[in-house]
């Protein structure tokens, strides 16, 4: 593929996911070529590419010839969060046992930077799923779940969970947007890093599974409460 081509592609495919996981595009709302081609400025060429990419990933869904953005359905989520409760909590006793002294020092900061954030979250930040606070807070986030898988030594495990977080990153950023979900994920980051600290795989673990058994079954109950498929 000519080098004009791969960054056309590139764009189109970060360009079009980004409109799906900020939720600028809904799911079972239709896609198609044209409209994102005119939309974007691009081709219909690395839109088509772009498409088949997203679907590959789970985010995209044709029936009939028809592509739509996919709707995950409680027993999807259930699956995906079974998964990383297997990867992460093994992550979270690798990085335990692995982790460098100049990794842990990066990862008592990030932390920090959690802690401060959690303190005082906006009043209105349940209200507003596009806000700089959410935003520095899923980044923050991010951060800390990427120097545990560094800290783990095992990048396969890494693309496996980032893939599988596109998939729900839509519920992600809504389950945020509930009263005091941002304080209670902060003290539960905190078990497990300090675990992580502490050099104790197993409670590591442990803080893990249970971190994560909490986030699925609140994004269950959110999924019920807005009727999503399954529920």
């Not at 409680?74 to 982790?99: H, M, N, P, Q």
């Not at 898988?149 to 998939?167: P, S």
């Not at 941002?182 to 502490?198: I, K, P, W, Y």
Request: hydrophobic share 40%; with cysteine; glycine share 4%.
């Amino acid at each position: 593929m000519e080098l004009q081509s791969v960054k056309e592609f590139d764009k189109a495919y970060l360009s079009i996911r980004e409109l799906i996981v900020s939720m600028k595009i809904n799911p079972g709302d239709p896609l198609t070529e044209l409209a994102l081609a005119e939309q974007l400025a691009i081709g219909r060429t690395p839109v088509r590419e772009a498409l088949k990419r997203l679907e590959q990933d789970g985010l995209i869904t044709t029936q009939n010839g028809r592509k739509t953005v996919y709707t995950l359905s409680a027993k999807e989520v259930a699956d995906i969060f079974d998964l990383k409760i297997c990867l992460e909590s093994a992550t979270a006793a690798w990085a335990a046992e692995r982790g460098t002294p100049a990794e842990r020092t990066e990862l008592r900061a990030v932390l920090d930077q959690m802690r401060t954030l959690a303190k005082e979250p906006p009043a209105d930040v349940w209200q507003d799923t596009d806000s700089v606070f959410l935003q520095r807070w899923l980044k923050a986030d991010w951060q800390l779940h990427h120097l545990l898988f560094q800290m783990a030594g095992n990048g396969r495990t890494e693309d496996i969970i980032q893939k599988l977080n596109l998939q729900w990153h839509r519920l992600r950023v809504g389950i945020y947007t509930i009263e005091g979900r941002v304080e209670r994920s902060f003290t539960e980051h905190e078990t497990f890093v300090r675990a992580v600290l502490d050099d104790n795989p197993e409670a590591a673990r442990t803080a893990m599974i249970s971190h994560l058994s909490n986030l699925k079954n609140e994004l269950l109950r959110l999924m019920k409460v807005f009727h999503y498929p399954g529920t």
